[in-house]
């Protein structure tokens, strides 16, 4: 099974979110890098954005497949991870480090309590997690 941090949260859509202070850090989950296969391309918004939550953010492009990326909450985009267009393995390399996406500042604080802890992505993950 893909590697799942407890300090995380979690969302459906495999998309991970850490908070840090009052911002919310997002990536995609080891699972759905592994799903993905090579990344081979990212699309993300500008700083200045709003991300609404469990709608699309950007885009993730793979040798397999082309997926959207979901927002975890909703909020004002603070910071993009730049890097990530030149480098998109970094995604499969690093998802929760290096892979990261964005953050964002949420407007909404009582979205964090909807997103799934690391034992409920884990059985969602075990339940076929589709």
């Known amino acids: 099974m893909a590697h799942v941090l407890k300090e995380l949260r979690y969302t459906r859509d495999h998309e991970w979110a850490k908070r840090e202070d009052d911002r919310v850090r997002v990536g995609i989950t080891a699972y759905a890098a592994e ?3 090579d990344v081979v391309f990212v699309e993300l918004p500008k700083v200045g954005a709003t991300a609404t939550a469990k709608k699309p953010f950007g885009v ?12 975890p909450v909703s909020g004002e985009i603070v910071e993009v991870n730049t890097g990530l ?3 998109p393995e970094t995604v499969n390399a690093d998802p929760y480090g290096r892979g990261w996406m964005l953050v964002i500042a949420p407007s909404h ?14 059985e969602f993950l075990a339940q076929g997690a589709h």
């Open 85 to 87: 267009p030149q480098a």
């Open 60 to 71: 993730v492009e793979s040798v397999k497949a082309v997926s959207d990326l979901f927002a």
């Open 35 to 37: 799903q993905l296969g």
């Open 109 to 122: 604080k009582a979205e964090w309590a909807q997103l799934l802890t690391a034992e409920q992505y884990e």
